[in-house]
């Protein structure tokens, strides 16, 4: 399982969806990325729907997301691997 984490310019909280295989989690990190670079004027809005959680939806305006992450859900205690960037 893969989480795909969005940061919202002005939230605190990060929006998170799950995806059961890494291409799918790609595809989507691709489209938002490439909608964080086109023109501010746009306003496309990107909805992402969870895979664990089929009810679940989200719909966001692609020039208020800041960040987009993908990290691999580990499968031990239902733990997370530590998401962003850190050296050892």
Do not use: H, W
């Amino acid at each position: 399982m893969y989480l795909l984490e969005l940061s919202l310019r002005y939230s605190p909280f990060p929006l998170s969806v799950q995806k059961k295989e890494f291409d799918d989690a790609k595809r989507i990190y691709d489209q938002i990325k490439n909608s964080m670079n086109e023109t501010l004027e746009s306003s496309n809005l990107i909805e992402l729907k969870c895979d664990k959680v089929q009810d679940k939806l989200i719909a966001v305006r692609a020039k208020e997301i800041i960040s987009v992450q993908i990290y691999e859900k580990s499968s031990v205690a239902g733990g997370a691997k530590r998401p962003g960037f850190f050296s050892t």
